[in-house]
């Protein structure tokens, strides 16, 4: 399944499958990008960052893609589950300015 | 650990009360943050504090006075707050405004509802 962020902000993904999750940023400058996952009723949770000098960055089972060209970020998650049901928030910032958030995304995972 | 705690996790005031909302982290970060989320919407910077200084006040009304006692703790005391002030207050930390790509821990709110 497949999200464009600010213009579709659910994504339905069937356990089991791959998730994609994307964002558009604004700051043609910015230079450290992060993906928040935040369930209900609890604070954002660290989950990736990449710089802007990278395009992909991995962990486990979720990769980072960056595209500067189009000012472009996707959170991949790689085989979906139940506990990855929330919503998931990019965020940018240039040098040490403050994070801006993107307006998120809710993936719900259906059994 | 990249624990950051805050107490309480619920409060409900009158628009009359002063309360406080308190955070505390020890990962030895010197930057602290209060943000402010309304439902389905993103965290909003409130304040931002490095070297317990307060270094960005991002046009908060002066009902909310934020206060850094040592580098480990972090108070937003509240006072004849507005109903439109109810929301979840999370606080964040980090390792220093000083560091390039700085990753922001937070932690799980203080669900605030104002009567």
């Known amino acids: 399944g497949e999200s464009v962020g600010l213009h579709l902000p659910t994504l339905s993904v069937q356990e089991g499958d791959n998730s994609i999750i994307n964002c558009a940023y604004s700051n043609s400058a910015s230079d450290y990008f992060i993906w928040y996952k935040q369930e209900s009723g609890k604070g954002p949770q660290f989950i990736i960052d990449?710089?802007?000098?990278?395009d992909k960055r991995q962990g486990q089972r979720v990769t980072v893609l960056l595209n500067k060209t189009v000012k472009h970020l996707s959170l991949q998650i790689a085989a979906t589950q139940p506990g990855d049901s929330a919503v998931y928030f990019c965020a940018e910032s240039f040098g040490n300015e403050k994070l801006t958030f993107g307006t998120g995304t809710r993936l719900t995972i259906i059994p | 650990d990249t624990e950051v705690t805050q107490t309480p996790k619920h409060l409900v005031m009158g628009m009359t009360n002063k309360k406080s909302l308190k955070c505390e982290q020890h990962m030895g970060h010197r930057a602290m943050y209060w943000y402010k989320q309304k439902a389905k919407k993103p965290p909003e910077l409130m304040f931002v504090?490095?070297?317990?200084?307060?270094?960005i006040n991002e046009s908060v009304p002066s009902r909310f006075s934020p206060e850094c006692p040592n580098s480990s703790l972090l108070n937003l005391h509240l006072h004849a707050l507005q109903p439109e002030d109810s929301a979840l207050y999370l606080c964040?930390?980090?390792?220093?405004?000083?560091?390039?790509?700085?990753?922001?821990?937070f932690g799980p709110g203080t669900r605030l509802t104002v009567l």
């Open positions: 990449i710089r802007s000098n990278m």
């Open positions: 504090y490095s070297y317990e200084k307060l270094s």
């Open positions: 964040a930390s980090s390792r220093g405004l000083a560091v390039i790509t700085d990753t922001q821990y």
